[in-house]
C-alpha cells in the first residue's frame, strides 16, 4: 500500500473507533497483530495484547471502564510501513466518575493493508489517579466535548 493509502487506512479505524464500532474496527487488524499499550496495576485496559482476540478484550475492557468525552487527533505522519498518530483525550472514569485529560502518540504499523501492531503512548499518571482512590482527578462536570461511545 502507498502512504496515503496507511494514512487513509488508520484515519478511517479512528472514525469506526469514535462510532463505537468495534467489530469494523477490529476487520482492520491481521490476525496475529499485537497491542502494546504502558503497563498499570490500577487502570483495567493498560498492558499488552495480543491477536484479534486479545485487541477485542483490551476494547471490551476500556468501554466497561471508561468513556472518552473527547478524542482529537492533532496530526497524522506516515512513512513507509509506518503511521504515527498524534493527539489528546478525555476520559470519563464510571467507576469513580473522575476525567482525565491526555496526550498520546499511537505508532501503526501496518502490513498487507492490516494492522500489524499498535503501540499507544502515554503517561498513565493521570489515568491511574482517577481510576484509583487519589481525588485529586477533575469531577465529571470538568468534561469538556460531545461524548464518545468508548
Not at 46 to 70: D, N, V
Not at 93 to 107: E, I, L
Not at 119 to 148: M, N, R, V, W
Amino acid at each position: 500500500m502507498t502512504i496515503q493509502e496507511n494514512k487513509r487506512l488508520v484515519m478511517e479505524a479512528y472514525e469506526l473507533f469514535k462510532k463505537g464500532d468495534i467489530p469494523s474496527l477490529l476487520e482492520r487488524y491481521r490476525d496475529d497483530a499485537e497491542w502494546i499499550g504502558p503497563d498499570s496495576d490500577i487502570v483495567p485496559f493498560a498492558g499488552t495484547y495480543h491477536g484479534k482476540a486479545g485487541i477485542a478484550q483490551f476494547f471490551q475492557k476500556l468501554g466497561e471502564s471508561s468513556q472518552a468525552t473527547r478524542f482529537e487527533v492533532r496530526d497524522c505522519i506516515a512513512e513507509g510501513d509506518k503511521v504515527v498518530v498524534i493527539g489528546e483525550a478525555s476520559w470519563l472514569v464510571k467507576a469513580t466518575g473522575h476525567s482525565y485529560d491526555v496526550p498520546w502518540t499511537h505508532v501503526i504499523t501496518l502490513r498487507d493493508g492490516k494492522v500489524a501492531s499498535f503501540e499507544t503512548i502515554y503517561d498513565p499518571t493521570t489515568a491511574e489517579k482517577a481510576f484509583g482512590a487519589d481525588t485529586g482527578a477533575q469531577p465529571a462536570a470538568a468534561s469538556k466535548g460531545a461524548q464518545l461511545p468508548h
